[in-house]
């Protein structure tokens, strides 16, 4: 079974940098698979921030992209995310997520994030 945990700070101030961390346990993140970061914000539906795949290539949504970066750390089965200058808006509950081409199968509980000074 595979298992996606989050982990980070639940408060972030305006204009700093959040950072996000995944850990997988029951499968690794190198195999064939795309690993995601998806947030809600209070009352609005899902977002989805971006993937890495299994080879290590990255792909973000274009409204976020400028502010967004995933990388991973295979050593420790982990990817993480870092959205930088952060506003209220970002306030949300984050998901880790795994993608097979078809349907996110595997997800983390989430983390609540707020952004506020």
């Known amino acids: 079974q595979v298992r996606l945990q989050e982990s980070g700070p639940g408060l972030v101030k305006p204009s700093q940098t959040l950072s996000l961390t995944c850990t997988v346990s029951?499968?690794?993140?190198?195999?064939?698979?795309?690993w995601n970061w998806i947030r809600q914000p209070p009352g609005k539906g899902l977002e989805w921030l971006g993937s890495?795949?299994?080879?290590?290539?990255?792909d973000y949504n274009p409204a976020l992209k400028s502010r967004t970066s995933i990388s991973r750390d295979t050593s420790k089965n982990q990817f993480t995310l870092q959205l930088t200058s952060v506003t209220p808006e970002d306030t949300a509950r984050y998901f880790c997520?795994?993608?097979?081409?078809?349907?996110?199968?595997?997800w983390g509980q989430g983390t609540q994030v707020t952004v506020s000074s």
């Open positions: 890495i795949g299994s080879g290590g290539n990255r």
């Open positions: 029951g499968g690794s993140i190198t195999a064939n698979y795309f």
């Open positions: 997520a795994r993608w097979t081409t078809t349907v996110f199968d595997f």
